[in-house]
């Protein structure tokens, strides 16, 4: 009879792959389903009055300039509206971007692409991933946002992002890939918008910095709220 210690490696193993098969089926049928829905032809597409670049550039001691994308860039997100905006407060010193693509459908070309995919292929590398809970105004309770920390060089910034789509804010790619698909099949809606604010920071003030996002968001973020469909 074998004994209990030589059975235990090989039962932490035999729940190891169960755990890895529940892993890799969960994303096979989130795979599956999302191809049925780009084989879809349409979608109900919610009516905008305004565009992204209706944002206030000027909200409390911020102002903002827009700044273009480039035309490969855009192609490559594939977004229906774009807003590239970098906002200064000149008696604090200090700069911050906001950067939000939004889709009216995500059926066909068009899909949000992950921070965490393009930051490092822009040279930047992450230094730590986290997801923290902040405070939007209209937005009921406390939202969970994601916080990264990126580098290159000596240069070091903190960027602030989340997935919005019909009134959710919601900071997981996978939570809001399993949104799309139930707005794809009960509303026939596949709209949604990525929001990335970013901002310099030096070793030892991220919190500091996360704090002053969160300032600038209760400036911008009603407005912004606006123009993205709920």
């Known amino acids: ?14 729940l190891q792959a169960s755990r890895d098969w529940r892993w890799f089926l969960s994303v096979g049928l989130l795979v599956g389903s999302l191809a049925g829905v780009e084989q879809v032809s ?8 305004r565009e992204l670049s209706s944002l206030p550039s000027v909200v409390g001691p911020w102002s903002g300039t827009d700044y273009p ?27 911050i971007s906001l950067f939000v693509a939004y889709y009216d459908s995500q059926r066909r070309g068009g899909a949000i692409h992950s921070p965490k995919n393009c930051l490092p292929g822009a040279g930047w590398s992450i230094m730590e991933a986290e997801t923290v809970p902040i405070t939007l105004p209209g937005h009921p309770g406390e939202a969970r946002v994601n916080r990264v920390i990126i580098q ?8 602030v992002y989340w997935y919005q789509s019909q009134g959710r804010v919601v ?20 709209d949604g918008a990525i929001v990335r604010v970013t ?15 969160q300032e600038f968001l209760k400036q911008t973020y009603p407005g912004l709220r606006e123009l993205i469909p709920s």
């Open 42 to 49: 349409y979608d109900t597409t919610p009516e905008r009055s």
């Open 1 to 14: 009879m074998q004994s209990r210690s030589r059975l235990l490696p090989r039962r932490k193993w035999v």
């Open 199 to 213: 901002i310099p920071s030096v070793e030892g003030r991220e919190e500091a910095a996360l704090e002053r996002v």
């Open 171 to 190: 900071a997981s790619e996978y939570t809001a890939k399993m949104c799309l698909l139930w707005d794809a099949a009960t509303k026939n809606r596949t």
């Open 152 to 159: 290159k060089g000596m240069a070091k910034q903190v960027v």
């Open 69 to 95: 994308i480039e035309e490969r860039v855009q192609e490559v997100l594939g977004a229906s509206d774009l807003l590239s905006r970098v906002y200064v407060d000149k008696e604090a010193g200090e700069a």
